[in-house]
C-alpha cells in the first residue's frame, strides 16, 4: 500500500497508459496495429531527411528560389495537431472549441501580432472549422497536420513563406501549400521507403520492445494482426531487423497497402494475395490464411472472414484520423492512439517550475473569480494586473516554444486533444507501454468532475466571507 501511495502522488509515468475510457484486457482476444510510428518507431533523422529532399525537391522541381536552399530544417519549431490556413499561410494551434490561442499564430518563422489575427479572422479568434475543413482536418481552407510527415512539412511550409515575405517576392500561399503537399503525397513516401531499407540502424528505434510486446501477446494466447498502407517489401525488411526472420509467424492476419482510412468505408475492394516474392496473385480470397501477404481489401469483408468484432479487438495506431476515427466511431474495436509526444510532456510537467507555474495559475483564476465583485477603480486597476499576469503565468515555453503543449491551450484543452479522446479508448506513448502491465489489467480513467459537480475556483481557495473590503482580504491572502 506504500508503495502504491507513493507511486501515485503527482509525478506522472511516462511509459504509463491513460485511459479516455474504461478498457479491460481481459475481454481483450485480438490485438491489431498499424505499422509506421506504431510497431516501427523512427529517429529525427527521417523529420530531417524529409525536409531537406522536399526542400531541395520544390526548388528543382517546382522552380523555387535557390535562396530557400539556405533554411536548414528547425526540430522544434512545429508539433502535431496544429491547424494551417491555406489561402492566408498561416500556422496555429486551435482549442477545443475552435478558437485560436493567443500567441500561437506563425507566418513564415515569425509571430503575427493578436490585434492582426482578429483582424484577419473577422475581429474575432474564432476559427468556423466545419465550413473551412472537412471532418478530419483536410481543407480546403483549412489543414489540421497529423501525420507523419506533418513536422517537416509545416516546417517547409513556414520556411518557403518566410523567405518570400522576407525577400518582399509576391506569391499566392495556396499554390505554395498544394507543391508541398504534392511532394509529400507522391514523391516523399517512395523516397522514404528507400532511406529506411538502406540504412535501417539510422532510422528505427530499437525493435527489442515490438519484439517483446509480440512475442508476450502469443504467447498469452491472444491473437494479432497488421493493417498497414505501407508496401510489403518495405514491411518485411523493417520487420526482420526488429523482429526477426520469422516475424510472421506472430500474425494471424497481415493486411499491407490497406489504403486507410478507406480501408474503413469501403466496401467494394477485394483483398488480394501476395506471393513469396510479391508479386500479385488473382485467385478469389475466400479467408485470410495465418503467414500470408493480403494488399488492400476492406474493414467489411475482413470482419467476415475473420468474425473479429466488438471490444474483443484493440487496435494500436498513430494516426488519430486514419487508423482510429473510423473505429471508434462506426465499428465499435477499442483503440489504443500512440502518442510519442507524451514522453516530452510527462517530463515537463513532473518539473518543479510546472507545478510553481500552474499552482499560481490556479490561484489567480480563483482570485479574480472571488475579487471580480469589487468595481471601484482601486481594485479594477489590481484585478487588470492579475489577468495580464494570468496570461503570462501560463507554462507553454516550458513546452514548444512556439506552440506550448499539443494537449493544452493557456486555459483549454486543444483541439488535437479533444480528438485523441474521442476516438481512443487509451493512448500512451509507445506499444512498449504495453510491457508495464498484465494480460487482465482494467484501465480506468479517472473520474474527473464536470464543471456543475466541481466546486468554485473561490471555493478552492477559501471559504472566506464575500462582504471583506477587498484590500483587506488582498493582504490576509497575500
Ligand atoms: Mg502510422
Known amino acids: 500500500f506504500q508503495s502504491y501511495q507513493k507511486s501515485s502522488c503527482s509525478i506522472l509515468n511516462p511509459s504509463a497508459i491513460y485511459a479516455n475510457n474504461e478498457v479491460s484486457l481481459e475481454e481483450v482476444d485480438i490485438y491489431g496495429f498499424d505499422y509506421d510510428y506504431t510497431l516501427a518507431l523512427y529517429s529525427n533523422n527521417l523529420d530531417t531527411m524529409i525536409y531537406d529532399t522536399a526542400r531541395d525537391f520544390l526548388i528543382e522541381h517546382f522552380k523555387y528560389p535557390e535562396g530557400i536552399h539556405k533554411y536548414d530544417y528547425v526540430p522544434n519549431f512545429a508539433a502535431r495537431g496544429l491547424h494551417y490556413d491555406i489561402q492566408k499561410g498561416l500556422l496555429m494551434k486551435i482549442d477545443a472549441f475552435h478558437y485560436i490561442e493567443p500567441g500561437t499564430v506563425y507566418r513564415g518563422l515569425k509571430p503575427v501580432p493578436d490585434e492582426e489575427v482578429v483582424g484577419l479572422y473577422g475581429g474575432t479568434h474564432h476559427v468556423p472549422l466545419n465550413q473551412d475543413s472537412g471532418f478530419y482536418g483536410k481543407g480546403p481552407k483549412m489543414k489540421q497536420f497529423m501525420d507523419?510527415?506533418?513536422?517537416?512539412?509545416?516546417?517547409?511550409?513556414?520556411?518557403?513563406?518566410?523567405?518570400?515575405?522576407?525577400?518582399?517576392?509576391e506569391y499566392d500561399p495556396v499554390h505554395l501549400y498544394k507543391d508541398v503537399s504534392?511532394?509529400?503525397?507522391?514523391?516523399?513516401?517512395?523516397?522514404?521507403?528507400?532511406?529506411?531499407?538502406?540504412?535501417?540502424e539510422k532510422f528505427i528505434l530499437s525493435g527489442e520492445p515490438t519484439r517483446a510486446v509480440l512475442q508476450r501477446l502469443v504467447s498469452q494466447g491472444k491473437k494479432l494482426f497488421l493493417i498497414t498502407n505501407s508496401p510489403f517489401?518495405?514491411?518485411?525488411?523493417?520487420?526482420?531487423?526488429?523482429?526477426?526472420?520469422?516475424?510472421?509467424?506472430?500474425?494471424?492476419?497481415?493486411?499491407?497497402?490497406?489504403?486507410?482510412?478507406?480501408?474503413?468505408?469501403?466496401?467494394?475492394?477485394?483483398?488480394?494475395?501476395l506471393d513469396s516474392n510479391g508479386d500479385l496473385q488473382w485467385d478469389k480470397i475466400n479467408s485470410l490464411e495465418k503467414g500470408q501477404i493480403y494488399k488492400q481489401g476492406n474493414l467489411f469483408e475482413f470482419l467476415r472472414l475473420t468474425g473479429w468484432r466488438g471490444s474483443k479487438v484493440l487496435y494500436f495506431g498513430d494516426h488519430l484520423y486514419s487508423d482510429l476515427a473510423d473505429l471508434m466511431l462506426r465499428h465499435g474495436w477499442r483503440t489504443g492512439a500512440i502518442v510519442p509526444e507524451l514522453i516530452h510532456e510527462t517530463k515537463v510537467v513532473n518539473t518543479k517550475q510546472y507545478a510553481l507555474g500552474l499552482t499560481w495559475l490556479q490561484a489567480l483564476t480563483g482570485l479574480l473569480e472571488r475579487m471580480q465583485i469589487h468595481r471601484d477603480p482601486e481594485s479594477q486597476k489590481v484585478l487588470q494586473e492579475w489577468m495580464k499576469e494570468r496570461e503570462e503565468a501560463v507554462t507553454k515555453n516550458l513546452f514548444n516554444p512556439q506552440f506550448g503543449s499539443i494537449f493544452r491551450t493557456s486555459h483549454n484543452p486543444t483541439y488535437f486533444s479533444r480528438r485523441l479522446c474521442r476516438f481512443s479508448d487509451v493512448y500512451m506513448a509507445s506499444i512498449s507501454c504495453l510491457l508495464n502491465y498484465d494480460l487482465s489489467y482494467t484501465f480506468y480513467p479517472r473520474r474527473t468532475p464536470l464543471q456543475h459537480e466541481a466546486p468554485l475556483w473561490m471555493d478552492q481557495l477559501c471559504t472566506g466571507c464575500m462582504k471583506t473590503p477587498f484590500l483587506e482580504e488582498m493582504a490576509l491572502i497575500r
Open 182 to 200: 504534392a511532394i509529400g503525397m507522391v514523391h516523399l513516401k517512395g523516397f522514404m521507403y528507400k532511406w529506411i531499407t538502406q540504412d535501417l
Open 148 to 169: 507523419v510527415f506533418s513536422l517537416p512539412e509545416m516546417t517547409l511550409l513556414a520556411v518557403a513563406n518566410d523567405y518570400f515575405i522576407s525577400n518582399d517576392i
Open 233 to 273: 517489401s518495405f514491411v518485411d525488411k523493417g520487420m526482420v531487423y526488429m523482429v526477426g526472420q520469422n516475424w510472421r509467424e506472430f500474425f494471424d492476419a497481415i493486411i499491407v497497402q490497406a489504403d486507410k482510412p478507406h480501408f474503413f468505408n469501403d466496401c467494394f475492394k477485394p483483398f488480394r494475395r
